[in-house]
T-cell receptor
Framework: AQKITQTQPGMFVQEKEAVTLDCTYD???????LFWYKQPSSGEMIFLIY??????QNATEGRYSLNFQKARKSANLVISASQLGDSAMYFC????????????FGAGTRLAVHP | DSGVTQTPKHLITATGQRVTLRCSPR?????VYWYQQSLDQGLQFLIQ???????AKGNILERFSAQQFPDLHSELNLSSLELGDSALYFC??????????????????FGPGTRLTVL
């Protein structure tokens, strides 16, 4: 079985600063994918970044990077130069072949960016 | 815009009723996933279809059913609705090849969701 844990229910950051959102996972699969999604107040789920379990380099997508530490089973999201529009819920998720690639989500972290 | 469409956007109905939620995946995507987001349960996987066939089931109630049609759109049917069924229902699609393929865990793109309110 797979499990995602996000221990930070809420975080706040000053505009233009960097912030790290924590995510740990548990799985017995050797091959899996880790994802971060953003959910603004409007409700849609926006894909941000992906990391494969065999990828040696940390994934980056613009201001988003994923700090992947396989031995520690962590996949933290780093947002650099925060913007007011980054205020939203952020979900960490994973999928694995054994689970038919369904996404298992964490409880989410609500990020508030202050001017 | 993810390319995934869902209708209707909002649905208000009464307990005991039946509703159908519709999803059109991104062009070329063969996999469709349904998720339920509620305040008490969070985001939960319900069911997956791949090219018309059911592939995986999650915490889907027996009162709920789904199908994927030859044109790859999918419908989620919810019957004998209860107050606790009120939630945001998402459809997501991916180009995944089911349980194998070069990128078997590729990203899923979500539709805007259908907000169901059961009164």
């Amino acid at each position: 079985a797979q499990k995602i844990t996000q221990t930070q229910p809420g975080m706040f950051v000053q505009e233009k600063e960097a912030v790290t959102l924590d995510c740990t996972y548990d799985t017995s699969d050797q091959s899996y994918g880790l994802f971060w999604y953003k959910q603004p107040s409007s409700g849609e789920m926006i894909f941000l970044i992906y990391q494969g379990s065999y990828d040696e380099q940390n994934a980056t997508e613009g201001r988003y990077s994923l700090n992947f530490q396989k031995a520690r089973k962590s996949a933290n999201l780093v947002i650099s130069a925060s913007q007011l529009g980054d205020s939203a819920m952020y979900f960490c998720a994973m999928s694995a072949l054994s689970g038919y690639n369904k996404l298992i989500f964490g409880a989410g972290t609500r990020l508030a960016v202050h001017p | 815009d993810s390319g995934v469409t869902q209708t209707p956007k909002h649905l208000i109905t009464a307990t005991g009723q039946r509703v159908t939620l519709r999803c059109s995946p991104r062009s070329g995507d063969l996999s469709v996933y349904w998720y339920q987001q509620s305040l008490d349960q969070g985001l939960q996987f319900l069911i997956q279809y791949y090219n018309g066939e059911e592939r995986a089931k999650g915490n889907i109630l027996e009162r709920f059913s789904a199908q994927q049609f030859p044109d790859l759109h999918s419908e989620l049917n919810l019957s004998s609705l209860e107050l606790g069924d009120s939630a945001l229902y998402f459809c997501a699609s991916s180009s995944g090849w089911g349980t194998s393929g070069p990128r078997a865990y590729n990203e899923q793109f979500f539709g805007p969701g259908t907000r169901l309110t059961v009164l």
